[in-house]
């Protein structure tokens, strides 16, 4: 007689690791591999299923009425072998390790062959790498590559870094298109002014052949009003990129005759504390103090530091 059961649902938590493990085993047998990848020379057996399932290009190659479609040997042309290796090794591990050296590598194989998760693990390497050294570099290279989270990081970090920046490499080789967006943006944190001014000089010292042209519209984006009165009458002194201009020299000698029409520098961003209790209140006394809607301090996130605070209003 048959014991009545209620029915058992059996699940194997390892059996969809132990089949993607099984199948990296399986290329090593090129029999049971159904399509082999030819990158520059170098073979790669591989499943053209799991391929079609990580990249929306082999999914377009494989599924479509294409010759690739049905061919056992598949070339890949203009990509780099062990880039290609890494990625293929990816799809059937789901591990990749990315360094300095084979990032860029890795971004361009990676949306030249649509593998979107490895493009945005890229991308989040580039940004964790910013510093003043690369950041430039970083913002053209996320741009080329249609990585806009990317660019726009490099180019806050910009923003915020300005002074540190223009003291680098890759500021001097910046094109003067890039240059003048970059003194143009109301967002850039210089202090003082005379920084601008002083990042402006370099880059154009770096090839006064080829930027001096440059140098009256560039100033034009500087303002020069808020420049110190003893460095302006320096430049006009002794800097040859200003004597051999005129439209420099008028351009300096204008915006100090506008001194007093100097705009405010530009503000510090800050966070506002709003409420609680002034150190100096005495904590003993009143069982619940009373709130004061106008205290305030302002905190300097640059500087680290609580610049001002704001005095409380009657009550």
Known sequence: MVRTVDDLDFHLPSHAQDMLDGLQRLRSQPKLADVTLLVGGRELPCHRGLLALSSPYFHAMFAGDFAESFSARVELRDVEPAVVGQLVDFVYTGRLTITQGNVEALTRTAARLHFPAVQKVCGRYLQQQLDATNCLGICEFGEQQGLLGVAAKAWAFLRENFEAVAQEDEFLELPQDRLATCLASELLQVQPEQSRLEALLRWVRHDPRGRAAHL??????????????????????????????????????????EALLVLPQKLDEVLVVVGGRALEEDEEGAEEPTPHPRNFAFYNTKASEYPSRCPRGPT
Not at 217 to 245: D, H, K, M
């Open 216 to 257: 009256p519209e560039l100033l034009s984006l500087v303002r020069l009003e808020a420049v110190p009165r003893a460095c302006v009458q320096q430049l006009l002194a002794t800097e040859p990129l200003i004597q051999e201009s005129e439209a420099c020299r008028a351009a300096l000698s204008q915006g100090h005759d």
